[in-house]
């Protein structure tokens, strides 16, 4: 079955503590991979788009890499303000959503 | 440009009746797809619409029905609701090879 898991399903971190959330999928005929971030009560904000293994993105402290099983987002000095769930989607002809990673930045 | 719209932003309704929601994609849009979203399953396909055809369809029964007009707008019909017909659901509009672009949904309370 095609699938899209996350992990870990919430993550705290205190402000500055660097980490990374991960995205593994099990579809045929990958065509990209999407991050995109949600805050409550809004739809989900788009991040990045990867297209192949070994490709890599960047956006102030975030940054996305994809290998053919799965793909990291690393958050790098994180703030506050990146508190929100993250969530990752596999393109494969449709589109399809893992659960997401709740983080919760302490100051 | 616009983002996505969706109406209305709330609904309550109750077991047994039917339900509207509406999506206004992003200008030259020409693909809208639709998400339920709640906290046990996160966000479910339901399907796609791309130039007032459905183009994928998710694993849903056939009470949740779509339909897309000559102006790219969609709508979504649930029929006889049922309680754990409760969620957000989302409608995302998008280009060819491009990204899902979101609403900020419409929250179905089912009582």
Known sequence: EDQVTQSPEALRLQEGESSSLNCSYTVSGLRGLFWYRQDPGKGPEFLFTLYSAGEEKEKERLKATLTKKESFLHITAPKPEDSATYLCAVWYGKIIFGKGTRLHILP | ?111
């Not at chain 2, 996505?4 to 932003?9: A, F, I, K, L």
């Not at chain 2, 109750?14 to 906290?39: A, D, E, K, M, N």
């Not at chain 2, 899902?100 to 949904?105: Q, S």
């Open chain 2, 1 to 111: 440009k616009a983002g996505v719209t969706q109406t209305p932003r709330y609904l309550i309704k109750t077991r047994g009746q039917q339900v509207t929601l509406s999506c206004s994609p992003i200008s030259g849009h020409r693909s809208v797809s639709w998400y339920q979203q709640t906290p046990g399953q996160g966000l479910q396909f339901l399907f796609e619409y791309f130039s007032e055809t459905q183009r994928n369809k998710g694993n849903f029964p056939g009470r949740f029905s779509g339909r897309q007009f000559s102006n790219s707008r969609s709508e979504m019909n649930v029929s006889t609701l049922e309680l754990g017909d409760s969620a957000l659901y989302l409608c995302a509009s998008r280009d060819e090879n491009s990204p899902l672009h979101f609403g900020n949904g419409t929250r179905l309370t089912v009582t």
